[in-house]
């Protein structure tokens, strides 16, 4: 018998997060995240302009109204989640984005997307990838109801280049259809679910620098695998890139308290991400954040074996960037043989 083939991740929905289930998000939790509720165009345009931009919006057909509602919150400075649905059949017309990109993914209904000088429709299982430097007009069905990501031009820019190892033109240019039911395309939907999952009400939301930083590279990072082709990067011979390795290893015992990426670090010895994983493989046989992780709970056990009036787990932990209390405490369990609070009361 052949094996039934694996379920949509859009078939998931009734276990979806609020971001993403095909009803709209409702309830007292997610009141505080809303912009939008109008049924007056005026409104709804120039609210929907504050998040993204100004733009035309009007109205297809003569006998329909917006019910439109939104709702947004920001991962960090270059990534926030936005749900749109405007309750009616809608054009929209922002010309260029200029300062982001747009990953616009269905819940339900149906858009058609004018971009890149070909028409691109897109239903639930599918996304479109705007990008800021190309004109962009959209038709939205009625019951369309959008997920979607706003995303920083500069700071993709940037993470681009670290990937690539070359400095990237500002008019980068991402795949403008994805399908997220298979392949790369379905890697990125759960990174959405994972998203989705921290960012709604009542969820885990990083409170460092240090956390959100990672999760936005990770987020621009995995749009980069599944949306660009960067040019292959060759590989420096290990003469040449051994005064890299010590370079990086000096700065980041240097900024061990500062929030710390890969591509942060590919932009010091102005070299590309993959060079920088490779150096740690190859001479450390470690990655770079696990190597970070290391450095950083060895930050900790000091400060817990030389603890002054005030010193707390938590505190400390949290000071080197372990916003998590249960994989730090494993972390360190199984670094050192014993629980964080068993070496701070001991040292006391």
């Given at each position: 018998?052949?094996?039934?083939?694996?379920?949509?991740?859009?078939?998931?929905?009734?276990?979806?997060?609020?971001?993403?289930?095909?009803?709209?998000?409702?309830?007292?939790?997610?009141?505080?995240?809303?912009?939008?509720?109008?049924?007056?165009?005026?409104?709804?345009?120039?609210?929907?302009?504050?998040?993204?931009?100004?733009?035309?919006?009007?109205?297809?057909?003569?006998?329909?109204?917006?019910?439109?509602?939104?709702?947004?919150?920001?991962?960090?400075?270059?990534?926030?989640?936005?749900?749109?649905a405007h309750g009616a059949a809608v054009r929209i017309d922002p010309d260029r984005l200029d300062d982001f990109?747009?990953?616009?993914?269905?819940?339900?209904?149906?858009?058609?997307?004018?971009?890149?000088?070909?028409?691109?429709?897109?239903?639930?299982?599918?996304?479109?990838?705007?990008?800021?430097?190309?004109?962009?007009?959209?038709?939205?069905?009625?019951?369309?109801?959008?997920?979607?990501?706003?995303?920083?031009?500069?700071?993709?820019?940037?993470?681009?280049?670290?990937?690539?190892?070359?400095?990237?033109?500002?008019?980068?240019?991402?795949?403008?259809?994805?399908?997220?039911?298979?392949?790369?395309?379905?890697?990125?939907?759960?990174?959405?679910?994972?998203?989705?999952?921290?960012?709604?009400?009542?969820?885990?939301?990083?409170?460092?620098?240090?956390?959100?930083?990672?999760?936005?590279?990770?987020?621009?990072?995995?749009?980069?695998?599944?949306?660009?082709?960067?040019?292959?990067?060759?590989?420096?011979?290990a003469s040449a890139t051994l005064p890299k390795l010590r370079q990086l290893e000096d700065y980041i015992e240097?900024?061990?308290?500062?929030?710390?990426?890969?591509?942060?670090?590919?932009?010091?010895?102005?070299?590309?991400?993959?060079?920088?994983?490779?150096?740690?493989?190859?001479?450390?046989?470690?990655?770079?954040?696990?190597?970070?992780?290391?450095?950083?709970?060895?930050?900790?056990?000091?400060?817990?074996?030389?603890?002054?009036?005030?010193?707390?787990?938590?505190?400390?932990?949290?000071?080197?960037?372990?916003?998590?209390?249960?994989?730090?405490?494993?972390?360190?369990?199984?670094?050192?043989?014993?629980?964080?609070?068993?070496?701070?009361?001991?040292?006391?």
């Amino acid at each position: 018998m052949a094996p039934s083939p694996a379920p949509s991740p859009l078939a998931l929905s009734a276990a979806s997060p609020g971001w993403l289930d095909r009803h709209e998000p409702r309830g007292a939790p997610w009141s505080a995240l809303s912009v939008l509720a109008s049924d007056d165009l005026d409104e709804t345009r120039e609210q929907i302009a504050r998040i993204y931009k100004p733009h035309d919006l009007s109205v297809i057909g003569t006998r329909q109204r917006v019910r439109a509602r939104m709702h947004h919150r920001a991962l960090g400075p270059s990534v926030s989640l936005n749900r749109l649905a405007h309750g009616a059949a809608v054009r929209i017309d922002p010309d260029r984005l200029d300062d982001f990109f747009l990953v616009q993914m269905p819940l339900a209904g149906e858009a058609a997307v004018w971009h890149q000088n070909a028409c691109h429709h897109c239903s639930a299982g599918q996304a479109t990838v705007i990008s800021p430097q190309d004109a962009v007009r959209m038709e939205w069905s009625g019951d369309c109801d959008q997920f979607m990501l706003r995303i920083d031009r500069q700071r993709l820019l940037h993470v681009a280049a670290a990937i690539s190892g070359q400095e990237t033109a500002a008019t980068l240019r991402l795949a403008p259809q994805l399908d997220l039911r298979q392949g790369s395309g379905a890697h990125w939907w759960q990174l959405m679910h994972y998203l989705s999952a921290l960012l709604q009400p009542g969820g885990e939301h990083p409170s460092s620098g240090l956390h959100i930083a990672m999760l936005e590279d990770h987020v621009l990072a995995m749009l980069l695998r599944v949306a660009w082709a960067p040019a292959t990067v060759s590989r420096a011979p290990a003469s040449a890139t051994l005064p890299k390795l010590r370079q990086l290893e000096d700065y980041i015992e240097a900024h061990l308290d500062q929030p710390l990426t890969v591509a942060d670090l590919a932009r010091v010895v102005h070299s590309s991400v993959r060079l920088v994983q490779q150096l740690f493989a190859r001479e450390r046989g470690t990655t770079p954040l696990a190597h970070i992780r290391r450095l950083r709970l060895e930050r900790v056990r000091h400060d817990l074996m030389h603890p002054g009036a005030d010193t707390r787990v938590l505190q400390t932990a949290s000071r080197w960037g372990f916003e998590h209390p249960g994989r730090f405490a494993a972390a360190y369990q199984q670094a050192y043989g014993e629980s964080p609070s068993a070496t701070l009361a001991r040292s006391q």
